[in-house]
Structures are given as structure tokens and as C-alpha cells.
């Protein structure tokens, strides 16, 4: 159980262009998903944390016109980065916690990797 | 925000061999959580420790927290080849997790 998924899992797209990335958590249902961004050999940074049915809370830097979250359901969130550039280029993994528990597990997803050329 | 923070390391191993890694945080915790990730994958959750616990086991893994020292410390025992990977600590409240930078682990066959 608890199992998560992200779609696609590689992406390379032309600069100026937007990329959508979906989260579904499989089996059971997110109170709350959040996006973290991954650079090569570096730690996840949280971009940001979004509640089903309302707006998503952004870190300090990530711009959120930049960075389009969706929190459609209780299942499944998206992450749309707009009119994407090189520097975009990053992986980007999402992660789900159906609350409830003492410390809130997340689950992660296998990560996305986007290419933008 | 509360933040994990590895000794950055890289270590490499013979299969067999014990690996040691740690970590440090800067504020108080409920809780430390230690996470692989295989290269370009997502995140596993290996095992977590809460502020009232100063060692814990699970199979192969032994977890160290010691709360007057801001430190915990990760023991893979008997080092196998699918253990390389890099693994992460994370600390957490407010159902937020931040991640230290991680210590990549070679384990040769």
C-alpha cells in the first residue's frame, strides 16, 4: 500500500514551452501532496505544499505563477511549469501524506525528469 | 524550517563491510527520518527515530539520535551491492520535511 506515482517520467521540451507533471497516489487518499525539486548530487527542496480543494503554499523563491500547482482531488496533484527555460532542467519528485498518523508520513513518487532544451 | 544536514561524505565500500554515515540539525525535533534514493529514482523510507529514542534497529540498519548534540548517525551492517545508493536524513514539523544533502554510498561487489 501507499503507493505513488508521477507522470511522465522523463520529459525533454523546447524553452518557452509548459510542461505538466502529474501525482496520483494509488491506494490511498492525500490530505496533502507536496513538490520538491532535485538538482545532480544535491538534497530535495521543497517547492512547495498543496491541500486538496484549496491553493498550494509555496517555499520562499519559488515563484508560484512560475510553478502552476493543482490539487484536483484527493488523489492526484499537478505541477505545470510555465513557459519552461534551461535552468528549469531539474528532477522533480513529488510526495503524499494522508495525515492521520503521529508524524505524517509522505510517501514519494519515482521522480520526474525534466529536460528543457 | 528545521533542516538535516549531512557531513557531506561519499563513501565507498567492499561488499561485506559496515558503512557509516551521519547528520546534523540545527533546531529541535519530534522526529528523524532516514531516506535512499537509488540514482534517479524517488525516495525510500528506511526507518525513523522520535526525539525520546536515542538508538533504533531494523534489520540491517541501526539508527543513532542524539538530541543534546543535534546529530544522528546511520549503520548499514553487512554492506550488499544494492545498498548503493544515496541516503538522506530529514527532519520535520508541520507535516514539513527538510532534507540534509545526503551521503552517497558506493558498495562494491
Known amino acids: 500500500g501507499a503507493v505513488v506515482s508521477q507522470h511522465p517520467s522523463r520529459v525533454i521540451c523546447k524553452s518557452g514551452t509548459s510542461v505538466k507533471i502529474e501525482c496520483r497516489s494509488l491506494d490511498f487518499q492525500a490530505t496533502t501532496m507536496f513538490w520538491y525539486r532535485q538538482f545532480p548530487k544535491q538534497s530535495l527542496m521543497l517547492m512547495a505544499t498543496?491541500?486538496?480543494?484549496?491553493?498550494?503554499?509555496?517555499e520562499q523563491g519559488v515563484e508560484k505563477d512560475k510553478f502552476l500547482i493543482n490539487h484536483a482531488s484527493l488523489t492526484l496533484s499537478t505541477l505545470t511549469v510555465t513557459s519552461a527555460h534551461p535552468e528549469d532542467s531539474s528532477f522533480y519528485i513529488c510526495?503524499?501524506?494522508?495525515?492521520?498518523?503521529?508524524?505524517?508520513?509522505?510517501?514519494f513518487g519515482p521522480g520526474t525528469r525534466l529536460t528543457v532544451l | 524550517s528545521q533542516q538535516g544536514e549531512e557531513d557531506p561524505q561519499a563513501l565507498s565500500i567492499q561488499e561485506g563491510e559496515n558503512a557509516t554515515m551521519n547528520c546534523s540539525y540545527k533546531t529541535s525535533i519530534n522526529n528523524l527520518q532516514w531516506y535512499r534514493q537509488n540514482s534517479g529514482r524517488g525516495l525510500v523510507h528506511l526507518i525513523l527515530i522520535r526525539s525520546n529514542e536515542r538508538e533504533k534497529h531494523s534489520g540491517r540498519l541501526r539508527v543513532t539520535l542524539d538530541t543534546s548534540k543535534k546529530s544522528s548517525s546511520l549503520l548499514i551492517t553487512a554492506s550488499r551491492a544494492a545498498d548503493t545508493a544515496s541516503y538522506f536524513c530529514a527532519t520535520g514539523g508541520n507535516n514539513r520535511l527538510a532534507f540534509g544533502k545526503g551521503n552517497q554510498v558506493v558498495v562494491i561487489p
Open positions: 510526495s503524499a501524506s494522508r495525515g492521520g498518523t503521529s508524524y505524517n508520513e509522505q510517501f
Open positions: 498543496s491541500n486538496e480543494g484549496s491553493k498550494a503554499t509555496y
